[in-house]
């Protein structure tokens, strides 16, 4: 019947960063086949769900993107809670960006839930203006204990890779 689950996990997942370095071309590269799109206009976040199958199981993740409010660092517990995953991104050819992270990382700390998964995301990896190597990327991420990958929204390059790994990371916890 239409009240079936047709899924075996529920995995809410937040995309984090500084504006401009690539969260919201992520999230459509990624869920371009994506049969449900909010828009809390009230609130202003919106999300956007997609399954996937994982290690057999049918996952739905809710994906959560901010609406501008980064800019101004008021992200707040509000938005942080119920997240199971956090995917926190910069942009490999902008330095202010990278050293945010380290601000981004203190922001879920205080806001999110203690045991929430991370992983780190050198976004924009099809630019020639890079400025961040992979070497620097991958030595942040070892020093906060977290996955890395460098993704590009552009072309698409690791972008599922690194959205299933966050998943399954929280799926198997
Ligand atoms: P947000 O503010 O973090 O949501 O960033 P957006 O998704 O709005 O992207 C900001 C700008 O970066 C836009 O002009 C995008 O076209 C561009 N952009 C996003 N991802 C990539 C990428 O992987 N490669 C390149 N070259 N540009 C990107
Ligand atoms: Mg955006």
């Known amino acids: 019947s239409r009240q079936r689950q047709d899924y075996d996990h529920v995995i809410k997942l937040l995309v984090i960063g500084d504006s401009g370095v690539g969260k919201t071309s992520l999230l459509l590269r ?8 909010s828009f ?7 999300f956007k769900i997609k399954k996937v ?3 057999e199981k049918c996952c739905k993740l809710q994906i959560w993107d901010t609406a501008g409010q980064e800019r101004f660092r008021t992200i707040t517990k ?8 956090i995917m926190l991104v910069y942009d490999t050819t902008d330095e202010k960006s990278f050293e945010n992270v380290r601000n981004w990382m203190k922001n ?11 992983v ?9 203006k890079r400025a961040i190597s992979t070497q620097m990327g991958a030595a942040l991420a070892e020093e906060f204990g977290i996955d890395y990958f460098e993704t590009s929204a552009k072309t698409g390059s690791f972008v599922e890779d690194a959205f299933v790994h966050i998943s399954r990371d929280v799926k198997n916890r």
Do not use: C, W
Request: proline share 2%.
């Open 30 to 37: 990624f869920s371009e086949d994506s049969f449900t799109t």
């Open 40 to 46: 809390i206009s009230t609130i202003g976040i919106d």
């Open 53 to 55: 199958m994982i290690d």
């Open 78 to 85: 509000a938005y942080y809670r119920g997240a199971m995953g």
């Open 108 to 118: 879920i700390e205080q806001n999110a839930a203690p045991d929430v998964n991370k």
């Open 120 to 128: 780190l995301l050198g976004n924009k990896s099809d630019s020639a």
